[in-house]
């Protein structure tokens, strides 16, 4: 039997289905989590063969333990996985030292985790990317702001999401920067004038996706997050051609084999020079796991699947025979609190009931980047998908 190690099992709570689906396949899963046993949701202590609580994840030498309790208990550890982009590094330095050869080692790390390194393997796939410049002193950042042309980006060279991303429109806002910006790396880029599309998938172990999806976002999370604004993106119904044979490109470029992954693109909105034409795609950066929030959930909706079957029957067997039942677009729409809409809920639900599929509160630990009132519902055409957009999003 496989020994399958997954971290914080109970976040997202979601999360429960990669557990049950690894247990329904015949593999023993083992949990490692600070939330206590009394705690986790039942469906999730069903899907455990047996879980490791330690009083705090962040403790590597707790967890550690954790891990060497599991090898001694039940032999050779097959996985171990958070398919959560906080712990990547984690996993990664666990898998290591335990020799777990299945996923990314410590080694790998830099290029999956540093939007700078990123750069040189989208090039390798023959992707172009942004120029940029890591910050280490005002007077070089001026410089280069005043290569490109203000506005310029700026984000930690490792971060997650658009923690601690802002736009700085002139020389008062670098100054500003300069003045207030903590100590962790900073990559600074030329402004791209496009919206975000993604390539997610499904990767077996021979580096081949045997499920592909993506998202488009019209709004700009680094904006939500800095504005207080809503959240908008939907799955597509059907993927591009161009950005499927995109997105393989870069897993070939990446070495991306056994894992579930959400590969962010800017498609152009107009021509900017040395970058490319409109509706070119522009390399944005990688993520090695799936897209956050409920988007695995929303990705079941669109196509009529299972995707914590798929990935689980990938980990066991390399390859799944779950089909996909249909085609639409699944949107989101993450309200903010204190705003005025024009459609109040009833309203929303009397109008879009029957192609709601998740209403509800967004946990506090997501609504930085999601809100605070979600509604995710199935849209079949271009302009139902328009106008859903337009009632939920109408202020007053």
Request: proline share 4%; net charge negative; hydrophobic share 35%.
């Amino acid at each position: 039997m496989k020994n399958f190690i997954f971290l914080s099992p109970n976040f997202p709570e979601t999360y429960w289905k990669f557990c049950a689906e690894l247990k329904n396949n015949g593999i023993r899963v083992l949990g490692i989590g600070d939330c206590p046993y009394d705690e986790l949701k039942p469906e999730l202590k069903s899907s455990l063969n047996e879980y490791y609580r330690v009083s705090n994840l962040e403790n590597y030498d707790e967890v550690f333990r954790a891990v060497a309790f599991f090898t001694f208990t039940y032999g050779k550890i097959d996985y171990l996985e958070s398919n959560n982009e906080y712990w990547l590094e984690r996993d990664a330095k666990l898998r290591t030292e335990f020799h777990i050869t299945s996923g990314f080692m410590q080694e790998d790390m830099e290029k999956v985790k540093y939007k700078s390194a990123m750069k040189a393997y989208y090039a390798k796939a023959g992707i172009p990317t942004a120029r940029y410049h890591l910050v280490k002193d005002y007077g070089s950042a001026a410089a280069f702001a005043a290569e490109v042309g203000y506005p310029v980006v700026v984000k930690p060279d490792n971060g997650v999401g658009a923690s601690s991303t802002y736009r700085l429109c002139n020389e008062d806002e670098l100054k500003y920067f300069f003045a207030t910006k903590d100590h962790v790396q900073y990559i600074m880029e030329e402004m791209v004038k496009g919206y975000v599309r993604t390539y997610d998938a499904i990767i077996d172990q021979n580096g081949e996706p045997i499920f592909e999806s993506g998202n488009v976002t019209p709004n700009s999370l680094m904006d939500v997050v800095n504005t207080n604004d809503n959240s908008i993106y939907y799955i597509v119904k059907e993927l591009p051609d161009k950005v499927k044979e995109i997105g393989r490109r870069t897993v070939k470029a990446f070495g991306v084999k056994g894992r579930f992954i959400h590969l962010e693109y800017f498609v152009l909105t107009e021509d900017q020079l040395g970058l490319g034409k409109k509706d070119d795609i522009i390399g944005l950066e990688v993520n090695m796991r799936p897209a956050g929030g409920y988007t695995p959930d929303m990705y079941n909706y669109a196509y009529e699947t299972d995707v914590y079957k798929i990935w689980a029957d990938m980990i066991a067997f390399n390859h799944s025979t779950k089909p996909l039942g249909g085609a639409h677009h699944c949107a989101f729409v993450g309200r903010r609190d204190g705003k005025r809409f024009v459609m109040d809920h009833n309203s929303i639900m009397e109008k879009y009931g029957s192609k709601m599929k998740m209403v509800g509160r967004i946990p506090d630990a997501l609504s930085g980047a999601m809100g605070n009132q979600m509604y995710v519902a199935n849209l079949d055409t271009d302009e139902e998908l328009e106008q859903y957009f337009k009632d939920l999003l109408e202020q007053c």
